[in-house]
């Protein structure tokens, strides 16, 4: 069956790190765009990150940037997303999901991807 799986969200303090994993199984990833988004308590869902399958286009979300890296091991089926410098305001449920895109462009339109997972948790605490 096909699935994305989140790992690697936790509690930290205000300037720690973290670094998200976003595994695939069930069908292969190299030619997916991947994003990653976030929903805040009593908050929408935003998209705050993706990358295409050549890894050739990065998107990043305003408030992250400087702070977030995404990147991509096709040959592990996997997407990360290093936070670094977490502020209070990143707390949330990160998400990733994985679709083909015409032109293989970034979207953030959470229900347009194909494939989403269940959601990491982050919260950022001191």
Do not use: M
């Not at 509690?11 to 988004?37: E, I, K, M, N, Q």
């Not at 990150?49 to 940037?65: G, L, M, P, Q």
């Not at 953030?108 to 269940?118: A, H, K, L, S, T």
């Amino acid at each position: 069956q096909a699935q994305l799986v989140e790992s690697g969200g936790g509690l930290v303090h205000p300037g720690g790190s973290l670094r998200l994993s976003c595994v695939a199984s069930g069908f292969t990833l190299d030619w997916y765009v991947v994003g990653w988004f976030r929903q805040a308590p009593g908050k929408e869902r935003e998209g705050v990150s993706c990358i295409n399958s050549s890894a050739r286009e990065k998107w990043y979300t305003d408030s992250v940037k400087g702070r977030f890296t995404i990147s991509r091991d096709n040959a592990k089926k996997t997407v990360y997303l290093q936070i670094d410098n977490l502020k209070p305001e990143d707390t949330g449920v990160y998400y990733c999901a994985a679709d083909i895109t015409p032109g293989d462009l970034c979207t953030v339109v959470f229900e347009r991807f194909d494939f989403r997972g269940q959601g990491t948790q982050v919260t950022v605490s001191s």
